[in-house]
């Protein structure tokens, strides 16, 4: 689906330790590693055939997490885990992925964040460049493909997301079209084919969406990614500034809802898990970054307070029930090999995403917000 990155560096030796007992990880002091990546497991280390949280270690501690994903969209896994470990509270902090990059780089070593949960690899690529994360145990990183994850360990996806087409398949009658196998498999008929003017729409603030134009820079140009913007927006799109409001306004059908739109996968999946009559319908275009597969990811901060704390919480989002939580909740793809994909779309493998290391985003965080507000596209 995506191509593999070049492999893990490995984790970090203990070379310089002193022996002195003080627990930082480096001597044979008794409060636990002094970094992540030397946390052992608290039960079993976690692999890619599945490992359940029955098999872990308890969590129990206090931990915060800075979170560019939104309370709908994860908050599940989290009382989750509160509800099984009478022991552990969470700490949130909600806001835009920009919003939590821009503050972890201010507050740098004093931040009280242990975890950057990102809805985007561009965010956590942006928080690794400036050195602001750890390197994670070698059971996590190595339990996940390479092509989800940062090659030196330093992040890892825990959750996968398909760029999609949505449409309300009850309002064929109002389209130009004579049948829904028309829609066009490639992503710049979406701009380039006048059929769409005035029914399509999609939501062009989120990282996601940055992380698609990204895409489309690296593996088209940017002057293709310009003209593309460009002639979408004389498509007079309706733009939207929520994912769900999106998938909801055209899955609703009113005369003044869009018909057809550009979005993640899960928005639809969601949906149609809540009510499997709903009119709402995603399909793929083929090979191109309209069907970008990505992955939201974790980071651990450089300013953990309790390692084996952070460690063994990442090993339960990669964990069975981590993953089916956000299938189930929020229409996501795992990204462990050993847990089927169950919902009611085409699984990762039946699709045709296009080769893209998803590391290897080089377009400065900024610059598709850029590109986007050049193009008229932004602000909302």
């Known amino acids: 689906m995506t191509a593999a990155a070049i492999g893990f560096a490995g984790c970090t030796d203990s070379e310089n330790g002193n022996g002195n007992g003080n627990g930082n990880g480096n001597g044979n002091g008794d409060t636990g590693a002094g970094t992540v990546v030397d946390a052992d497991p608290l039960g079993s280390p976690v692999d890619s055939s599945g490992v359940s949280w029955d098999d872990l270690g308890d969590l129990e501690g206090e931990l915060t997490v800075y979170s560019g994903r939104t309370p709908d969209q994860i908050d599940l896994v989290f009382e989750a885990l509160e509800n099984e470990y009478d022991g552990l509270t969470i700490n949130r902090d909600y ?80 389209t130009p079209f004579d049948s829904w196998d028309e829609l066009p498999n ?120 309790d390692p084996e704390l952070v460690a063994e919480f990442i090993r339960h989002l990669v964990a069975i029930e981590g993953q089916e939580f956000m299938m189930e909740d929020n229409g996501e793809f795992p990204v462990i090999d050993g847990v089927d994909y169950v ?10 995403s296009p080769t893209f290391d ?3 985003f080089d377009m400065e965080l900024q610059g598709a917000r850029e590109l986007l507000e050049d193009e008229g596209m932004l602000p909302v």
């Not at 003044?256 to 319908?281: C, F, M, Q, T, W």
């Not at 919902?343 to 045709?352: F, I, Q, R, S």
């Open 358 to 360: 998803l590391s290897a």
């Open 95 to 174: 806001d835009d992925n920009d919003v939590q990059v821009n503050q972890l780089i201010q507050e740098g070593e004093a931040t009280p964040a242990d975890v950057f949960y990102s809805q985007d690899p561009g965010a956590l690529n942006a928080v690794h460049d400036e050195g602001l994360v750890q390197q994670l145990p070698g059971d996590v990183v190595d339990a996940v493909p390479q092509s989800y994850r940062d090659p030196d360990g330093l992040w890892t996806g825990v959750s996968g997301r398909v760029r999609s087409v949505l449409y309300n398949s009850d309002r064929l009658e109002e």
């Open 186 to 305: 490639d992503i710049y008929s979406y701009a380039e084919d006048d059929r769409f003017e005035g029914i399509i729409a999609t939501r062009p603030n989120s990282g996601t969406f940055r992380g698609f134009i990204q895409s489309m820079v690296e593996l088209e140009g940017e002057e293709t990614t310009r003209q593309w913007v460009r002639d979408f927006m004389d498509q007079d799109p309706q733009l939207f500034t929520s994912g769900s409001s999106h998938a909801e306004a055209i899955n609703r059908g009113g005369d003044d809802d869009p018909i057809i739109g550009l979005g993640n996968s899960y928005y639809g999946a969601r949906i149609v898990n809540e009510d499997p009559d709903a009119p709402l319908r995603v399909t793929f275009t083929q090979g191109d970054p309209g069907a970008l597969f990505s992955v939201a990811g974790v980071a651990a901060t450089q300013s953990v307070d």
């Open 343 to 352: 919902g009611p779309l085409p699984g990762p493998d039946e699709l045709d």
